[in-house]
């Protein structure tokens, strides 16, 4: 009696064990999903729509607790305002939305799909007290000679969508590559400079101008675009004012104005961050060539 109980204690609860018949369609049907998902994350990624899909997953794990602790009327708003929320997301992402459709259809799908070439760069890449003080000291000789600039330094939010606009540099930052570029009567010197850890990523880049009806009339094209890029991602963007030779930064939807070299680098210091990614194997040969010096 007991051994019949417990066989029917099994098949009750432990009847999910039984694994189904997997055939070949359902591998291709998983393979195909799989890329057709990393593709979507991927691209994006390169856009400002990156953080509305991290809304998007806050927003549906707050919806999985209304639901479990039967939280009925923030489940019913939820639930209603899902429809609306998608339209607006459609209209307020259609340029990149666009954009993603004109890519699919001038490259070769098997291709991109088989052969992806990640083109995103880690926004997590460290920058250091070397690159800090480069661009502090570019900043200043810049102002001195009243030469206008416009860096933008990225952080989390991916500016992908802006990066394309101009011309790829991907370089070493330094200094005289800074002042180089912004020097008047260069090829590279109109628009915005995108830094991306330790490196210049592109330059000549258009960036979005901010509608703040606050902002001066002495503030001319450079301030309203340093300001536009921080209202619509977390970067901070360095200006040097070609009438007046002041220095500025905009961040989080503010505009520091005059600023010391002191004060900038104390905007710039909470940017350093320290490369925890180490590459194991190369940290187990440099153990071993430690062994092999001492032994000698």
Known sequence: ????????????????????SIGFTDILEIIIISVIIYQ????????RAWTLFKGIIVLLL??????????NTIS??????????????????????????EQLGRQNIVTKFLFTQNDYRDTGSTITDRTINE??????????????????IEQKVALGEYERTGITI???????LLINIFEHNTPLHDGAVIIRGNRIISATCYLPLSDNMDLG???G?????????????????????????????ALDGRLYRNLSRKELLDKLAPLKTEDVNIDVFRKWKGLLRNERQNDE
């Open 135 to 152: 661009i502090v000291r570019a900043s200043f000789e810049m102002g001195m000679v009243k030469t206008g600039a416009l860096m933008v």
């Open 217 to 219: 009339k002495e503030y």
């Open 62 to 71: 707050f919806a999985f607790f209304a639901a479990v602790f039967q939280l």
């Open 170 to 176: 991907d370089g070493m930052l330094t200094s005289q």
């Open 1 to 20: 009696m007991n051994i019949e109980h417990l066989q029917k204690m099994i098949e009750k609860y432990l009847y999910w064990l039984s694994l189904p």
């Open 76 to 101: 019913w708003l939820l639930s209603n305002s899902l429809g609306v929320g998608i339209t607006a997301a459609i209209i307020i992402f259609q340029p990149e939305l666009r954009r993603a459709l």
């Open 221 to 249: 094209t450079r301030h309203r675009a340093a300001l536009g890029i921080s209202e619509v991602s977390d970067s901070l963007t360095i200006v040097v004012s070609e009438e007046t030779g002041a220095v500025s930064v």
């Open 40 to 47: 979507v994350i991927k691209w994006v990624q390169l856009t």
